[in-house]
């Protein structure tokens, strides 16, 4: 469904060139729901652009849903659907006028264009809004509108761009069920970017995750949680002055002993949530990969108490997704969502020819 090779975008902006995507490569086979994650800068959002030929790339490839991006921008567009991450719905119109004349756009006859709209209606749950205007509705309820916006022309690829952004849990919740919903009645590929870690680890298929314009991960949230991040367990100490010894025992049942890491009382672990949060923060701890935490816990305690090492508490967790992408770059994800929201929209004096 879509096949990129190399694909690039660079900008020339104010403080000089901005490369954005940098030579991605991307394969999504037909039906599935692929989650792309990144930072704010990676290139999520400038990759969709291109995808969905809104922004002609400065090199590479791509076809997708069977016509090339470059070369038949009309036919890309007559095959996928895209909600963007602001409103598509104009205030100003009844929802359902606003996808009577979206289908109509599409060459749709009235009639045609009048049941597609109904359809539509019905199954986003949006049935008793079809008089109202979008500027009157809660956020999640236009989210609703904007994907049967998307959906009008039965496409068989729909682009999502962070649907369930700024959404209070309720709405995101209406929305995820929304989705998942489409793919149960239909065969539909769903291509999504979102900020939220754990609707992707639980909700697709497949994550891609991106890095400065480059993929970096690519698999099942599963498999990549297993192959690159791994369970951990946390030690809290009664004694600071046990953490070296404490973390020469943990190194015996690290799958990555170099990684083992000891923490002084009250400090923070880097770019991860603290495992023994709320339960002697102030202690000294020991952090160590494993490979099944409920198994390496009790053998660890033990070896620890024998070697002489008193423990306050002690906790496994399973890694996350922002695991994944600390154990890759060093940094924490949800961190970096918050900073260099501007990289990922530059705003460039001068675009090069594609």
Do not use: C
Not at 84 to 97: E, I, L, P
Not at 148 to 157: E, K, N
Request: a negative charge; proline letters at 5%; charged letters at 25%.
């Amino acid at each position: 469904m879509i096949h990129a090779r190399g694909l690039t975008r660079s900008f020339t902006a104010q403080h000089g060139r901005v490369d954005a995507v940098r030579g991605l490569d991307l394969d999504v086979e037909p039906g599935t729901l692929v989650a792309f994650l990144g930072p704010n800068g990676a290139g999520k959002s400038t990759t969709l652009r291109m995808l969905t030929t809104l922004l002609p790339p400065t090199s590479g490839t791509a076809t997708v849903a069977g016509a090339d991006i470059a070369a038949d921008p009309a036919a890309v567009r007559a095959r996928i659907g895209y909600v963007s991450q602001k409103s598509s719905a104009a205030d100003t119109q009844r929802v359902g006028d606003e996808l009577f004349y979206q289908g109509r756009a599409y060459g749709m006859s009235r009639g045609r264009a009048r049941r597609r709209a109904g359809e539509l209606l019905d199954r986003l749950g949006l049935a008793d809004l079809a008089d109202r205007k979008p500027v009157s509705l809660s956020g999640g309820q236009r989210r609703r509108v904007d994907i049967a916006l998307g959906l009008v022309h039965s496409p068989p690829l729909l682009f999502l761009d962070e649907p369930s952004t700024g959404l209070d849990p309720h709405s995101r919740a209406e929305i995820w069920s929304t989705i998942l919903r489409l793919r149960e009645e239909t065969s539909m590929t769903l291509f999504l970017t979102t900020h939220y870690l754990e609707e992707a680890d639980s909700m697709a298929e497949r994550v891609v995750i991106i890095d400065r314009g480059r993929t970096i991960a690519d698999g099942t949230a599963e498999s990549l949680k297993a192959e690159l991040a791994g369970d951990r367990v946390t030690v809290a100490l009664h004694e600071a002055a046990d953490a070296g010894r404490a973390a020469r025992v943990a190194e015996r049942f690290a799958t990555a002993p170099d990684r083992v890491s000891s923490l002084a009382p009250g400090e923070a672990a880097p770019g991860a949530a603290d495992a023994l949060n709320g339960s002697r923060s102030g202690a000294a701890r020991v952090t160590a990969q494993v490979a099944d935490a409920d198994a390496a816990l009790p053998e660890l305690l033990s070896a620890l108490e024998a070697a002489g090492v008193k423990t306050a508490a002690a906790r496994g967790a399973r890694p996350t997704l922002d695991d994944v992408f600390l154990s890759l770059t060093g940094r924490s994800l949800t961190e970096d969502q918050a900073a260099d929201e501007h990289r990922d929209h530059p705003q460039p004096e001068k675009e090069p020819s594609a």
